[in-house]
């Protein structure tokens, strides 16, 4: 709730800064609207997030494990083939460094 109305607080100071509303009265009705639509928002996601969760619940046990085996893996593989690249192109940067400095007359 706390965090609700902070963000909702910063919204509406972000509507007064920017004219959209003025006067006191206006920003008591803007606090009162964000704050019951950011409360509805945050409804939706938790459900959506429940949802999610015992969707998740209902596999099979050899699923929970192949599914995030195969995550971590992929993002291993994916950080490896980054950094080989980067460590690629540092490589040739630094070969056309070299040859750029041999080719200067001192």
């Not at 609207?33 to 015992?54: D, E, H, R, T």
């Amino acid at each position: 709730m706390l965090i609700i109305g902070m963000l909702a607080y910063s919204i509406v100071g972000l509507l007064f800064s920017f004219g959209l509303i003025h006067g006191k009265n206006a920003g008591k009705e803007a606090y009162a609207f964000v704050f019951i639509i950011l409360l509805l928002l945050g409804c939706c996601v938790y459900s959506g997030i429940v949802a999610v969760q015992n969707w998740i619940i209902s596999w099979p046990l050899y699923v929970k494990i192949i599914v995030p085996s195969l995550l971590l893996v992929s993002i291993i593989i994916i950080s490896l083939f980054y950094l080989l690249k980067k460590r690629k192109e540092n490589n040739e940067n630094c070969e056309n460094n070299n040859l750029n400095d041999m080719g200067e007359e001192k």
